[in-house]
């Protein structure tokens, strides 16, 4: 359940960005990535194709995330 609402919480964040400048990557605050939770839920997402990250904890999300998110 917590995994959920992190994943949530972060696709929020990534969707809220995405619509501001598709390309713009975002940088996770240090509490995120020393969150175990956080990890794998940006992890299960990038193995879907929704996030891609650039580098440890600098994610945006893509096009096939942002179209999943508005189908929901």
């Given amino acids: ?6 994943q949530d919480e972060l696709l929020v964040t ?4 995405y619509e ?3 390309g713009q990557f ?10 175990s939770l956080a990890r794998l839920a940006m992890a299960e997402l990038r193995n879907e194709g929704y996030i891609e990250e650039q580098v440890r ?4 999300l893509t ?8 189908r929901n």
């Avoid at 975002?26 to 969150?35: A, G, R, Y």
């Avoid at 904890?57 to 945006?60: D, L, M, S, T």
């Avoid at 096009?63 to 508005?70: D, F, T």
Wanted: aromatic residues 2%; charged residues 25%.
């Fill in 1 to 6: 359940m917590h995994q959920k609402m992190v």
């Fill in 14 to 17: 990534l969707t809220h960005s």
């Fill in 20 to 22: 501001e400048d598709p």
């Fill in 26 to 35: 975002v940088t996770m605050p240090k509490p995120v990535l020393d969150s």
């Fill in 57 to 60: 904890g600098v994610v945006r």
């Fill in 63 to 70: 096009p096939r995330g942002y179209a999943k998110l508005r």
